[in-house]
C-alpha cells in the first residue's frame, strides 16, 4: 500500500482533537468520515467547520473554492461502519480510556476494508495495547496530533514492533500530505516525545501548585516570562483537557501500580467539579 491508495479516511471521535483531524484530511483533499457516539458532539464539530471555513476565506488564508471543496468532502455521522466501512485509513481519536480503545479497534478492524491502517492519535497509551484486538497488527500504529490540530505542525508517528515499514512510511507520507511535519519513533516509549518532555515540566508544576508553594497562574507567569514558553503548563492543561490529564494518569498508575503515577490532587479536584479547562468554560482560568 501506498499514499497513493488511500482516497478515504474515516476519523473516529469528534471531540477537541478529533474534529480538527478531520476537517484537515478534508482540507487535504481526502473524502473524510467524522463519527462519534454523539450526536452533539458532532453538531458542534459541523458547526466548527462551517464557521472556521468562511473565516479562512475572509483572512485570505484559503480560497473560496478550497472551502467549498473540504465542505463536499467532509461528512459527520453517528454510524461507525458507515463511516469506516469504506476507509482507507482509519484515525482513532477518541477517550484516553484503553477499554474502550481497544473495543474501537476490534470493531475497526472487523468494519474497514481488510487493507485499512488503523492508527491512534493517543497522546500515551502505544498501539501494541490495541494492535492484539485486531487480526492486522501491522497496520496499526500511533499517529499523534498536538492541539489544536489545524495549527499544531508536529505529529508523531511511533512504530511499534508490530507495525510494518510500509505502514510507517504511508503513515509519514500522510503527515507531508497534511501539511505536517512528522516524526518518526522506532520504539515505542509511554508519551513518546514531546509529552515526556512536557510531563516532566507540568509534574514538577503541580508539586509546586499542590505544596501551596505558587498558585497556577503564578506558575505560569514565572514559565513564560522566564523560560520564554508560549503558555505555562497549567494554561496548556486547560487547552488540552484536565480530564485528559486525569485519564492519562490513571492509565498510567493502573498500569505501574506506583503511587507517585496517581494523578495530581489538584487535577483529581479539578476532574471532579467538572472543571476540565477551555472545554467546560472553566479550569485553572476562567472563559467567555
Same mark, same amino acid.
Given at each position: 500500500?501506498?499514499?497513493?491508495?488511500?482516497?478515504?479516511?474515516?476519523?473516529?471521535?469528534?471531540?477537541?482533537?478529533?474534529?480538527?483531524?478531520?476537517?484537515?484530511?478534508?482540507?487535504?483533499?481526502?473524502?473524510?468520515?467524522?463519527?462519534?457516539?454523539?450526536?452533539?458532539?458532532?453538531?458542534?464539530?459541523?458547526?466548527?467547520?462551517?464557521?472556521?471555513?468562511?473565516?479562512?476565506?475572509?483572512?485570505?488564508?484559503?480560497?473560496?473554492?478550497?472551502?467549498?471543496?473540504?465542505?463536499?468532502?467532509?461528512?459527520?455521522? &453517528? *454510524?461507525?461502519? $458507515?463511516?469506516?466501512?469504506?476507509?482507507? =485509513?482509519?484515525?482513532? !481519536?477518541? @477517550?484516553? /480510556?484503553? %477499554?474502550?480503545?481497544?473495543?474501537?479497534?476490534?470493531?475497526?478492524?472487523?468494519?474497514?476494508?481488510?487493507?485499512?491502517?488503523?492508527?491512534?492519535?493517543?497522546?500515551?497509551?502505544?498501539?501494541?495495547?490495541?494492535?492484539?484486538? &485486531? *487480526?492486522?497488527? $501491522?497496520?496499526?500504529?500511533?499517529?499523534? =496530533?498536538?492541539?489544536? !490540530?489545524? @495549527?499544531? /505542525?508536529? %505529529?508523531?508517528?511511533?512504530?511499534?514492533?508490530?507495525?510494518?515499514?510500509?505502514?510507517?512510511?504511508?503513515?509519514?507520507?500522510?503527515?507531508?500530505?497534511?501539511?505536517?511535519?512528522?516524526?518518526?519513533?522506532?520504539?515505542?516509549?509511554?508519551?513518546?516525545?514531546?509529552?515526556?518532555?512536557?510531563?516532566?515540566?507540568?509534574?514538577? !508544576?503541580?508539586?509546586?501548585?499542590?505544596?501551596?508553594?505558587?498558585?497556577?497562574?503564578?506558575?505560569?507567569?514565572?514559565?513564560?516570562?522566564?523560560?520564554?514558553?508560549?503558555?505555562?503548563?497549567?494554561?496548556?492543561?486547560?487547552?488540552?483537557?484536565?480530564?485528559?490529564?486525569?485519564?492519562?494518569?490513571?492509565?498510567?498508575?493502573?498500569?505501574?501500580?506506583?503511587?507517585?503515577?496517581?494523578?495530581?490532587?489538584?487535577?483529581?479536584?479539578?476532574?471532579?467539579?467538572?472543571?476540565?479547562?477551555?472545554?467546560?468554560?472553566?479550569?485553572?482560568?476562567?472563559?467567555?
Amino acid at each position: 500500500m501506498k499514499l497513493e491508495d488511500v482516497k478515504t479516511i474515516c476519523v473516529v471521535g469528534a471531540g477537541n482533537m478529533g474534529h480538527q483531524i478531520a476537517l484537515g484530511c478534508a482540507l487535504a483533499g481526502f473524502k473524510t468520515a467524522c463519527t462519534d457516539i454523539s450526536q452533539e458532539m458532532l453538531d458542534k464539530a459541523e458547526g466548527f467547520a462551517r464557521s472556521y471555513l468562511p473565516e479562512r476565506v475572509a483572512k485570505g488564508k484559503l480560497s473560496q473554492e478550497k472551502a467549498d471543496q473540504a465542505l463536499e468532502n467532509i461528512r459527520f455521522t &453517528t *454510524n461507525l461502519e $458507515d463511516a469506516a466501512g469504506d476507509a482507507d =485509513f482509519v484515525i482513532e !481519536a477518541a @477517550v484516553e /480510556k484503553m %477499554v474502550i480503545k481497544r473495543k474501537l479497534f476490534a470493531d475497526l478492524d472487523r468494519i474497514a476494508p481488510p487493507h485499512a491502517i488503523l492508527a491512534t492519535n493517543s497522546s500515551y497509551i502505544v498501539s501494541s495495547q490495541v494492535a492484539d484486538a &485486531t *487480526n492486522r497488527p $501491522d497496520k496499526v500504529c500511533n499517529m499523534h =496530533f498536538f492541539n489544536p !490540530a489545524l @495549527v499544531m /505542525k508536529l %505529529v508523531e508517528v511511533v512504530q511499534g514492533p508490530h507495525t510494518s515499514e510500509e505502514t510507517a512510511q504511508v503513515t509519514m507520507d500522510l503527515c507531508a500530505r497534511l501539511g505536517k511535519t512528522a516524526v518518526l519513533l522506532k520504539k515505542e516509549i509511554y508519551g513518546f516525545l514531546v509529552n515526556r518532555i512536557l510531563s516532566a515540566l507540568a509534574q514538577e !508544576a503541580l508539586f509546586l501548585a499542590d505544596m501551596g508553594i505558587a498558585t497556577p497562574q503564578e506558575i505560569d507567569l514565572a514559565v513564560t516570562n522566564a523560560l520564554g514558553h508560549p503558555m505555562g503548563p497549567f494554561r496548556l492543561m486547560d487547552l488540552t483537557g484536565i480530564d485528559l490529564a486525569y485519564y492519562s494518569a490513571m492509565e498510567r498508575y493502573q498500569s505501574s501500580r506506583d503511587p507517585k503515577d496517581k494523578p495530581s490532587p489538584l487535577v483529581v479536584e479539578k476532574f471532579v467539579k467538572g472543571e476540565w479547562g477551555k472545554k467546560t468554560k472553566k479550569g485553572y482560568y476562567t472563559y467567555e
